[in-house]
């Protein structure tokens, strides 16, 4: 008798942990969406990168690797135990075209709850002379509250930065805000609507002031000498989008500022 209850016992006490594994919650990871411009794509997704585009790099497409899990426990606004990049950027899309195209219905779509859509566009929107992308400061503020607006809808939280610096307007030793009302605009809709805000736009312009104007031309920009690079044979001049350097250093500043975020 004693053994069958003992017997008995142990059975219970094995079913008892065994369901309490399959009780316990899941973590899920969860996916980082990134919607914005050419400064945030991810050029290697497209055909023949390294002969064709390449080194243009968007600082987006090396963000996966400051979100590894050690990092993502760094990081408040990431309620999970891991994260996910998933970058929708694409090159001359402003918060309209992004919008019309289609890509954000996409991205809304597949949004769960704790995603995070870090949106940041501006460079495209204040295109006045490519009437194709331009979006006036009004019509900025209401794309990004319909991105806000519809992330939380779905349980998402939306991150709102203010365009990335161009390599541009040196004076003192400090590259000048080439984005105006447009980086205000951004800082203005995040207040109004409570929501996270990261100031790339001062960020990345301290940044490059530090780095200084010669190293940073060379080094960050798509400032190519001829003959080195198969897809540039004849050089480039081009002080807004990113080599490989400039682009880790601008991802780098993002996750920064979102482990500060609360």
Do not use: C
Request: no cysteine; proline share 4%; net charge positive.
């Amino acid at each position: 008798m004693m053994k069958r209850t003992i017997k008995w016992l142990l059975l219970s006490a094995i079913a008892g942990l065994f369901m309490l594994s399959f009780s316990l919650p899941k973590k899920h990871p969860v996916t980082v969406y990134l919607i914005g411009d050419s400064t945030m794509a991810d050029y290697s997704l497209e055909s023949d990168y390294l002969t064709k585009r390449y080194p243009i790099t968007g600082w987006g497409q090396v963000f996966q690797s400051f979100l590894n899990r050690e990092n993502v426990k760094q990081i408040p606004v990431i309620k999970g135990d891991s994260a996910l990049v998933d970058d929708r950027a694409k090159g001359g899309r402003s918060t309209r075209t992004f919008f019309e195209e289609g890509r954000w219905s996409a991205v809304f779509k597949n949004l769960r709850k704790n995603d995070v859509v870090i949106m940041q566009f501006g460079h495209n929107d204040a295109a006045v002379n490519k009437p194709e992308r331009y979006v006036n400061v009004g019509g900025y503020k209401e794309y990004l509250r319909l991105y806000i607006n519809q992330t939380r809808e779905k349980g998402g939280i939306p991150i709102v930065l203010t365009p990335v610096a161009r390599n541009a307007r040196w004076a003192d030793g400090h590259p000048g805000d080439v984005h105006g009302e447009y980086a205000q605009a951004a800082k203005d809709v995040a207040r109004e609507l409570n929501t996270y805000l990261i100031d790339l736009n001062q960020l990345s312009m301290d940044a490059l002031a530090g780095k200084g104007q010669e190293y940073v031309t060379e080094h960050y920009f798509m400032n190519l000498p001829a003959g080195i690079y198969e897809a540039y044979p004849d050089g480039q001049k081009d002080n807004t989008h990113f080599q490989p350097e400039g682009a880790r250093a601008v991802a780098r500043l993002v996750y920064e500022a979102l482990r500060r975020l609360q």
